[in-house]
């Protein structure tokens, strides 16, 4: 809880004597109202919303676009515009810091100043959707009242330090006085703001002073207490779930994210999994110390000396360390500060990777010496020992919801107390996924605080905890819906993503919160449409008197085209967020310039549609200009706007860019509008009679493009055609065209494979038809074995050609590539192949053992000089030669077969070989 004292009894004259009119930096009522009427006619698609607490401007939003080149410029640009509307000058409106919000979203925070003097806790958030063109789609002010330039006869920041001493005798820390301008409704003041602190953590004390910079009073008493290369592992026995360190609950084993050294040597963090690795030199034996230090964690026991391990080991180990073996109170909560912290440090920076100010090592401060709480006061978090009917404070939700102060401290620019303790708790439920905070906290059974069970509504006049369960409730409510919408997984990181970077934008906890929340789930920068949570947004939010602003019933205006010629039509859509019901939905039409464009008065969207078509109609000679048409139903109003032009080309482009004469190409031309009805003409013409088109191509009404055909003749060598559009004098587009004469394109050969010695066919292909005089295409083979002519002609207004492939008689198989060449080179593979036998007999077919037959061969071709065919016998009965060698040139051969005397009639096989490829005859024996 904070506490926060304004004494204002005793300074009230002094400031109104003093002052007078103390916004005098201040935009007047006036003129703040007129430059706000002035920025939503500019920006037609902007909403404002009443902070509903003070009655000012609460909320800019919706769809604000800047002519920027990055979103800082555009939130500069913004800010340099429409300051005035928000009630300050920009040049009071200093750019702070800024911070990204995953790729979608950058918000910035400009800090409000006087006279250079920084306006505490006040200043504008300016939220900028990535992407072209950076569209502002959120403001929040915090903008106070600002006095005049600061008087002379200020007390000394000496003074001032006096002041607060003895104010506070007690107090351990005192930091230098920062001057500021202090502020609270119509009255504001220079004042010192100093910070006091004490370092007893058992009764803590942190307070944050102003004072009167002119007078020396105390102009207010802020309180500043809000109640992880030698391997190894860390674990230890810490509290499981979200159960207190009870017996009921007793410790379990668990990986620790704390810090190994070796002493005198290096260190390392171990991971969420307990595992790390020491760089280090060498292989003797050292001793390694494990301690309970995260890299964003430092748990300091207040009972004692903090928990420390140390072990001898060899490298590299391992070195294992246990802490907590035999579980204690006072250890255990260490261990539970540890895992605990680093965990929720790691939670945010998952959410929002750019997340500010939370990189750092929070001292966790557990066993302090009293019961039933635990605080942060800004720069640590502190938790009590277990007594009075209560637990150890040090367990899950507990450590979560006080680093959440954290979170919320270092995120918001200006954070209530509630609005602390209500993203403190979101933060303990949406990490854990549990909506209970302090489970156990007194016992089985026992809660600190359940926001969904307490159904707090806005608005609330409770404690900073009590009201801040109005967003604990709300938030968790999204959450539910958001799982049961998208799956466990994906809803409750939908919900996180929410939570955590809502609180970039300095909200407070009103009915603003929900359209900050509503921006940050939009995707298409106009949040008027609904988003695409919309309804559990507004469910969840609207259970605690949040609700979301009501959505226009008329969601869009669409026109197609936009852009038109005079005389030209177009088709506008109307789309309901819902559908139309009995009866229809009656739609009020309008244009702004009825003279130019026309549309019906009125139109019916039927039942249970959500769309409607209507027709717009130009006049014809309609001057160029841009008209808005306005779709109205109850008080809804959208708009959309339709262009009118004067006819010209804006467009002419070929498809391909290239082709071989004799063949075709599209030709398209495009204008700067919808063609009138009746169509419109546009002039063609060509340089080349190589390309032909048409002296004219007609637009089709309604249409902004239309193509033709190109026809082009058969050419000797490639050249440019260029094809040229007009409409009147409006101006000549061109385009160029490539007619190239035709290359070969293919090769082939038929039959593909043939006997040495035989002829095969090619025929050779042409990208288009020869042009006059025929296409000269060159030949030639990459092997002795295959021959062509040199050259063949495709005859003119053809596109292929044959000619004659000779072979000579080979040994082997041999693979001729057939080539063809005309500005490209094509091939294709012809297989010659060495004879090979097509017949094999024995003459005569029987003979009595012991006399001689005669073995004939015959090839399939001409055999070459030296070819030889092997012969063999598997009989003993018989006497072959190895192998008969042919004369170049001949298709026979013959050989002799000498037999023995047999005892009785039998039958011997003979094979003869070539290539690989057996042929066999067989021989009988007679006895």
Not at 118 to 147: D, F, M
Not at 606 to 612: D, L, N
């Amino acid at each position: 809880m904070q506490n926060r004292k304004v004494l204002r009894a005793t300074i009230l004259p002094a400031i109104l004597g003093l002052f007078g009119a103390a916004a005098s930096q201040m935009i007047p009522l006036g003129e703040q109202q007129a430059a706000l009427q002035g920025m939503l006619a500019e920006q037609p698609r902007a909403l404002t919303a009443p902070d509903p607490d003070t009655g000012k401007l609460g909320r800019v939003y919706g769809s604000i676009p800047m002519e920027a080149t990055s979103p800082m410029a555009s939130a500069i640009q913004f800010v340099d515009r429409y300051s005035e509307a928000f009630g300050v000058r920009s040049s009071d409106l200093v750019l702070d810091r800024y911070t990204s919000i995953g790729d979608k979203f950058e918000v910035f925070w400009f800090h409000q100043r006087a006279f250079g003097v920084k306006v505490e806790q006040a200043g504008l958030t300016v939220l900028v959707r990535t992407g072209s063109p950076h569209t502002v789609v959120l403001a929040g002010p915090i903008i106070r009242s600002a006095p005049y330039s600061p008087p002379n006869g200020l007390i000394s920041h000496l003074y001032a330090l006096q002041i607060v001493r003895k104010l506070m005798p007690h107090a351990d820390n005192i930091l230098e006085p920062e001057f500021t301008i202090w502020s609270e409704g119509s009255v504001a003041r220079y004042a010192y703001k100093i910070e006091a602190s004490t370092n007893n953590l058992e009764v803590p004390e942190r307070w944050i002073y102003f004072i009167d910079a002119v007078t020396g009073d105390v102009l207010e008493q802020r309180d500043g207490i809000y109640y992880v290369d030698i391997n190894g592992s860390m674990k230890g026995w810490a509290t499981p779930g979200m159960e207190p360190d009870a017996n009921y609950n007793p410790p379990t084993l668990q990986n620790l994210p704390g810090q190994a050294l070796v002493q005198g040597g290096n260190s390392a963090w171990a991971g969420m999994d307990g595992l790390f690795t020491i760089p280090h030199p060498g292989s003797t034996q050292v001793t390694v110390e494990a301690r309970l230090r995260g890299q964003w964690t430092r748990v300091e026991n207040q009972a004692g000396s903090n928990e420390i391990l140390t072990m001898n080991v060899t490298p590299p180990g391992p070195a294992d360390f246990i802490f907590n073996s035999t579980p204690a109170e006072f250890v255990t909560s260490q261990l539970n500060a540890l895992i605990h912290t680093e965990m929720v440090h790691n939670f945010a920076k998952s959410i929002n990777p750019a997340y500010p100010g939370i990189d750092i090592q929070m001292p966790a401060n557990v066993n302090i010496n009293n019961q039933c709480n635990a605080f942060y006061n800004g720069s640590s978090i502190n938790f009590f020992r277990a007594g009075g009917s209560c637990v150890n404070t040090a367990y899950t939700s507990v450590v979560y919801h006080e680093y959440g102060h954290h979170i919320v401290a270092t995120g918001h620019n200006n954070p209530s107390g509630a609005f602390h303790e209500g993203f403190a708790d979101i933060t303990s439920m949406l990490l854990a996924d549990d909506p209970i905070i302090g489970r156990g906290f007194s016992g089985p059974g026992t809660r600190v605080r359940d926001p969904l069970g307490a159904n707090v509504q806005y608005p609330c006049s409770g404690g900073s905890h009590h009201c801040g369960q109005v967003v604990g409730g709300a938030f968790w409510r999204l959450n539910v819906l958001l799982q049961a919408k998208h799956g466990a997984q994906a809803g409750i990181d939908h919900a996180r993503y929410l939570y955590l970077n809502v609180i970039l934008m300095s909200p407070p906890i009103n009915p603003n919160l929900t359209i900050d929340v509503l921006t940050l789930d939009d995707d298409d920068g106009d949040i008027t449409n609904g988003t695409p949570n919309y309804d559990e947004i507004d469910e969840a939010f609207s259970a605690h008197n949040l609700p979301a602003p009501p959505l226009s019933s008329i969601t869009g205006v669409d026109i197609a085209p936009g852009t038109i010629i005079a005389g030209a039509t177009a088709t506008g859509t109307v789309h309901l967020r819902s559908a139309a019901p009995a009866g229809g939905a009656e739609i009020s039409l309008q244009s702004s310039n009825p003279g130019s464009i026309q549309v019906p008065g009125k139109l019916i969207v039927p039942s249970g549609a959500t769309t409607a078509d209507f027709q717009i109609t130009s006049s014809a000679g309609a001057a160029p200009g841009t008209v808005e048409i306005f779709a109205t139903r109850f008080t809804d109003t959208k708009s959309a706007t339709i262009q009118i032009v004067e006819p010209t080309v804006t467009g002419i482009s070929v498809d391909p860019l290239q082709v071989t004469g004799g063949n075709q190409a599209i030709l398209t031309v495009q204008i700067n509008g919808g063609a009138p009805d009746g169509g419109l003409a546009v002039d063609l013409w060509s340089n080349n009679s190589a390309a032909v088109v048409p002296p004219t191509i007609t637009i089709n009404a309604g249409e902004d493009s239309g193509s033709i055909v190109v026809a082009t003749t058969p050419v000797v060598v490639t050249q440019d055609a260029f094809l040229f559009a007009e409409i009147g004098s409006s101006g000549v587009r061109s385009t160029r065209l490539i007619v190239a004469t035709p290359v070969a394109s293919s090769v082939s050969v038929n039959p593909n494979a043939v006997s040495g010695g035989n002829s095969s066919t090619g025929t050779v292909s042409i990208s288009g038809p020869a042009p006059t005089g025929g296409a000269l295409v060159y030949l030639s083979t990459g092997n002795s074995a295959a021959s062509v002519p040199p050259t063949v002609v495709v005859p003119e207004g053809q596109t292929s050609a044959t000619f004659n492939i000779q072979t000579i008689s080979v040994h082997t198989h041999a693979i001729v590539p057939i080539r063809a060449s005309r500005w490209t080179t094509v091939a294709t593979p012809l297989t010659v192949l060495p004879a090979s036998v097509s017949s094999f007999t024995i003459t005569p077919s029987s003979v009595k053992g012991g006399k001689n037959a005669t073995g004939r061969i015959v090839l399939d071709s001409p055999a070459p000089q030296g070819f030889q065919v092997q012969v063999t016998s598997s009989s003993t009965l018989v006497t072959v030669p190895v192998s008969v060698t042919f004369t170049a040139g001949s298709t026979q051969a013959n050989f002799t077969i000498k037999t023995k005397k047999v005892n009785q009639n039998t039958t011997v096989p003979i094979t003869v070989t070539s290539n690989f490829v057996p042929t066999t005859a067989y021989l009988v024996l007679l006895k």
